[in-house]
């Protein structure tokens, strides 16, 4: 009888530690597949773009965000809520970008995130929009055409940004002169505070179409990299919405769109769209 009872008990013990361990496994999965019932309740999504970085991201001087990202939220917002105007847009900087996602300040990061192996153990990247590599602009009075004139002087970049990254590994003979906010990195250019300024090249090109007197002296450095909206880590559901959704949108060209809507008023010919733009979420 005692060893009856003793088998009951470890039986019961067993059934309590396995429905535990049961509960402990499906309590993140549950919370996971609400989060666009999430989104659906509040509704609205709210995405972070950027303020000072146009095209792509900024706000205009009538208080409207704008910018090839904006374009793309707004469609987001319009195929999940019915109404693009249900997107609440949260102001990020480069050096923050995860942070928000992390600390659920936001759904979704449209703020030219380029896609890295190191970034991809942090947040999650959806399928690819966009085209990116390194481009470097100075005066053109003084311009910058090899990364070996910049040994020993002053370079200017973004916390956070995939240009310091790449000259922090590749290149510790330049210093490296920080900034928070887009904005502040080309004021310090403009200022003289260093030879030059490191960025994506898209952007490059953008502000060098604005501001005469500088060039792109090396307009392509390091790989041709990818920006693709992030969501937070482990977040599957909205993952797979957005990668379905980039999907359906290159079945219409809307990437092209995107480009003539919001870029080509800024390159104007002087860019290929093709070396851009990335539909249904294939980098070719």
Not at 37 to 60: E, H, L, M, N, T
Not at 189 to 211: K, M
Request: charged share 25%.
């Amino acid at each position: 009888m005692i060893k009856s009872m003793k088998q009951m008990a470890v039986i019961t013990l067993a059934l309590a530690l396995g429905l535990a361990l049961g509960l402990a496994w499906a309590a993140p999965a549950a919370l996971a597949a609400g989060e666009l019932d999430k989104i659906k309740a509040a509704g609205k999504i709210r995405i972070g773009v950027y303020s000072d970085k146009p095209p792509f991201g900024y706000v205009d001087a009538n208080g409207v965000n704008q910018g090839y990202d904006v374009y793309l939220a707004k469609r987001l917002a319009k195929d999940l809520l019915g109404d693009e105007s249900k997107v609440e847009f949260v102001l990020v900087e480069a050096a923050n970008r995860m942070e928000v996602l992390e600390s659920n300040k936001v759904d979704l990061v449209l703020a030219n995130f380029t896609v890295t192996a190191d970034r991809a153990k942090q947040v999650d990247f959806c399928k690819p929009y966009m085209k990116v590599a390194l481009g470097v602009v100075s005066p053109a009075k003084a311009p910058i055409t090899d990364v070996a004139q910049l040994k020993g002087q002053t370079l200017i970049v973004n916390k956070g940004t995939t240009a310091e990254i790449y000259f922090a590994k590749n290149h510790p003979e330049v210093t490296l002169s920080k900034y928070d906010q887009n904005t502040e990195a080309f004021n310090a250019l403009r200022d003289g505070r260093g030879v030059a300024l490191a960025h994506d090249n898209t952007l490059v090109f953008a502000w060098i179409n604005e501001n005469p007197g500088f060039v792109a002296g090396i307009d392509f450095l390091g790989d041709l990299d990818s920006i693709a909206p992030a969501v937070k880590k482990g977040n599957n559901e909205l993952l797979e919405w957005v990668n379905n959704e980039i999907v359906t949108l290159g079945q219409e060209n809307f990437f092209h769109k995107d480009y003539e809507a919001t870029l080509r008023p800024v390159y104007g010919d002087t860019i290929d769209p093709e070396t851009v733009v990335i539909e249904g979420g294939v980098l070719k």
